[in-house]
């Protein structure tokens, strides 16, 4: 079983960044793929960008590509997100999740998810 801590959300002005950390319990971090989701008010949760295990492929939603970059550190038994060029419309509470499928781009695959973290973007 993981546990998922998620971290770094707040609040930030349109053009800014932002880094969401998730650190993981268990010594078996490193055997899931790792993923960030985001749910915005009134919307379901969709995929914003993962990583597979060892770090070696990753996947990004259209809406992100260039802006936001998926990372792990699997000594730290951690995956960040960076965000740059925030946009109002980014503002979503931001899951990580882990699966054991090879990399997770859709919630069905997560088997484990955070509590989540609030990102706000203003204009």
């Known amino acids: 079983q993981v546990q998922l801590v998620e971290s770094g959300g707040g609040l930030v002005q349109a053009g800014g960044s932002l880094r969401l950390s998730c650190a993981a319990s268990?010594?078996?971090?490193?055997?899931?793929?790792m993923g960030w989701f985001r749910q915005a008010p009134g919307k379901e949760r969709e995929f914003v960008a993962a990583?597979?295990?060892?770090?070696?492929?990753?996947s990004y939603a259209n809406f992100v590509k260039g802006r936001f970059t998926i990372s792990r550190d699997n000594a730290k038994n951690t995956v960040y997100l960076h965000m740059n060029s925030l946009k109002p419309e980014d503002t979503a509470v931001y899951y990580c999740?882990?699966?054991?499928?090879?990399?997770?781009?859709?919630?069905?695959?997560?088997?484990?998810w955070g509590q989540g973290t609030q990102v706000t973007v203003s204009s």
């Open positions: 999740g882990a699966s054991l499928t090879l990399i997770a781009t859709i919630p069905y695959d997560v088997h484990y």
């Open positions: 990583i597979s295990w060892s770090g070696g492929s990753t």
């Open positions: 268990g010594r078996t971090f490193s055997s899931y793929a």
